[in-house]
């Protein structure tokens, strides 16, 4: 029996090929696990209706926690024409696996480090440190979502808001609605998760990232509830920074900022505005964080386009995997992880394309297993 159990779900693309970076360096780290593999993505869409297997929930129930690689996502139509023929035409509809993970198993923390490493050519400035913990279950993605606009809807909309005048004469069928739900609740979740975090790395500011002014319910809940949670953190201040403003700020000043909250759609954005500027996609790692259970991946998707050529660079997947460590309780091996990835990336020979670079994927890994040599603290 061993220590852990974590489930691996490559997913679409280029999910395989930096998933097999992720092998290569867990294989060194040699921690006390097992690795089930997990289906996920397009291929069991396309064959089953099914992104997101019931067997491969029915595994992560006995997992604890998964690595995630990236899959492949269309929109409503795309993906029913994609369907085996016998599957079309019943009804089924696309929902991303990564999203309904999320919500399935409660992981409202999304945390998206973004540091600058020495020496990496496309960092903006070399002084950035920017953590973003973004909501990860309500708001724009929680999936209640209308089209066409339903009559009794329309009428009880029609009944208690004003606003809705603007929309007289439209005819119901031309009208989309997606709803932005925030619990207080919620709110305060993910706002305490960065207090705590500005609180145990010694960061002295929390940024929260909404709208108030202009969307006054539930950014003005999630300001509100923010003022009150950091009242509770005397050492740590609350900045309020509207959402526009900040992707401006996070261009202007990027060094100035260090733990920043946001709501779902709008820390989606920001995450990837601050991903890029520490180096982009390739670099950018996440954590979807719940009470008990949680799913590391890297930002990026299935890249389509570079599947299968091992070019891709697996920055991202292992900077995820050592967020894993972390969550696990492995800090040491995750700080010697992420010392032999800050290595590799400040001598630059191992370097993927995006990089300027000629390495493979697999060439970064066995890289940063160079690195880790059998001296190496925590392995
Ligand atoms: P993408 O992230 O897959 O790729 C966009 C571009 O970023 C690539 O063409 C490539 O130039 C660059 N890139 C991405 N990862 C890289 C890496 N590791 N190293 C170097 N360069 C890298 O986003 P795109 O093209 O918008 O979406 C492709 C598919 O992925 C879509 O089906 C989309 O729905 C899905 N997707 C899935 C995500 C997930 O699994 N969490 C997240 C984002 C997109
Ligand atoms: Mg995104």
Same mark, same amino acid.
């Given at each position: 029996?061993? *220590?852990?159990?974590?489930?691996?779900?490559?997913?679409?693309?280029? %999910?395989?090929?930096?998933?097999?970076?992720?092998?290569?360096?867990?294989?060194?780290?040699?921690?006390?696990?097992?690795?089930?593999?997990?289906?996920?993505?397009?291929?069991?869409?396309?064959?089953?209706?099914?992104?997101?297997?019931?067997?491969?929930?029915?595994?992560?129930?006995?997992?604890?926690?998964?690595?995630?690689?990236?899959?492949?996502?269309?929109?409503?139509?795309?993906?029913?024409?994609?369907?085996?023929?016998?599957?079309?035409?019943?009804?089924? &509809?696309?929902?991303?696996?990564?999203?309904?993970?999320? $919500?399935?198993?409660?992981?409202?923390?999304?945390?998206?480090?973004?540091?600058?490493?020495?020496?990496?050519?496309?960092?903006?400035?070399?002084?950035?440190?920017?953590?973003?913990?973004?909501?990860?279950?309500?708001?724009?993605?929680?999936?209640?979502?209308?089209?066409?606009?339903?009559?009794?809807?329309?009428?009880?909309?029609?009944?208690?808001?004003?606003?809705?005048?603007?929309?007289?004469?439209?005819?119901?069928?031309?009208?989309?609605?997606?709803?932005?739900?925030?619990?207080?609740?919620?709110?305060?979740?993910?706002?305490?998760?960065?207090?705590?975090?500005? *609180?145990?790395?010694?960061?002295?500011?929390?940024?929260?990232?909404? *709208?108030?002014?202009?969307?006054?319910?539930?950014? %003005?809940?999630? &300001?509100?509830?923010?003022?009150?949670?950091?009242?509770?953190?005397?050492?740590? !201040?609350?900045?309020?920074?509207?959402?526009?403003?900040?992707?401006?700020?996070?261009?202007?000043?990027?060094?100035?900022?260090?733990?920043?909250?946001?709501?779902?759609?709008?820390?989606?954005?920001?995450?990837?505005?601050?991903? $890029?500027?520490?180096?982009?996609?390739?670099?950018?790692?996440?954590?979807?964080? %719940?009470?008990?259970?949680?799913?590391?991946?890297?930002?990026?998707?299935?890249?389509?386009?570079?599947?299968? $050529?091992?070019?891709?660079?697996?920055?991202?997947?292992?900077?995820?995997? *050592?967020?894993?460590?972390?969550?696990?309780?492995?800090?040491?091996?995750?700080?010697?992880?992420?010392?032999?990835? !800050? !290595?590799?990336?400040?001598?630059? $020979?191992?370097?993927?394309?995006?990089?300027?670079?000629? !390495?493979?994927?697999?060439?970064?890994?066995?890289? &940063?297993?160079?690195?880790?040599?059998?001296?190496?603290?925590?392995?």
């Amino acid at each position: 029996m061993t *220590k852990y159990k974590i489930a691996l779900m490559p997913g679409d693309g280029i %999910g395989n090929d930096v998933m097999d970076a992720a092998k290569i360096v867990l294989e060194k780290i040699a921690l006390d696990a097992e690795y089930v593999h997990a289906d996920i993505g397009w291929e069991f869409w396309r064959q089953e209706g099914e992104p997101l297997p019931q067997r491969t929930l029915d595994l992560l129930e006995t997992c604890d926690c998964g690595l995630f690689a990236a899959i492949t996502s269309k929109p409503k139509e795309e993906a029913e024409a994609e369907l085996i023929p016998e599957l079309q035409g019943k009804g089924l &509809v696309y929902r991303s696996p990564i999203v309904r993970l999320r $919500q399935r198993f409660d992981l409202y923390t999304n945390l998206r480090p973004c540091r600058a490493f020495k020496g990496n050519p496309l960092n903006f400035r070399d002084d950035i440190d920017l953590v973003v913990f973004r909501e990860n279950t309500q708001g724009l993605y929680a999936g209640v979502e209308f089209h066409p606009l339903p009559e009794d809807l329309r009428a009880k909309l029609e009944e208690l808001s004003p606003r809705m005048a603007a929309f007289a004469g439209v005819p119901s069928e031309d009208i989309a609605l997606s709803t932005r739900i925030f619990t207080r609740e919620g709110c305060r979740r993910i706002v305490r998760a960065a207090f705590e975090y500005a *609180k145990t790395f010694g960061y002295p500011t929390v940024t929260i990232v909404e *709208k108030p002014n202009v969307i006054r319910e539930t950014s %003005g809940l999630m &300001v509100r509830e923010a003022r009150k949670i950091a009242a509770e953190y005397p050492g740590i !201040a609350l900045w309020e920074t509207n959402v526009d403003a900040m992707a401006m700020w996070l261009v202007k000043n990027p060094q100035t900022y260090g733990v920043l909250v946001a709501s779902n759609m709008f820390g989606d954005i920001i995450s990837d505005l601050a991903a $890029q500027l520490v180096g982009g996609l390739g670099f950018a790692a996440s954590g979807n964080i %719940g009470d008990d259970f949680a799913v590391f991946e890297p930002t990026h998707g299935s890249a389509p386009k570079y599947a299968g $050529q091992y070019k891709v660079n697996p920055m991202a997947m292992l900077l995820a995997t *050592k967020l894993m460590l972390d969550w696990l309780g492995e800090t040491e091996k995750g700080a010697t992880l992420q010392d032999a990835i !800050a !290595a590799v990336i400040e001598e630059g $020979q191992a370097r993927t394309y995006d990089l300027g670079g000629h !390495a493979s994927t697999l060439d970064v890994a066995r890289a &940063v297993v160079e690195k880790l040599s059998p001296e190496t603290p925590g392995l």
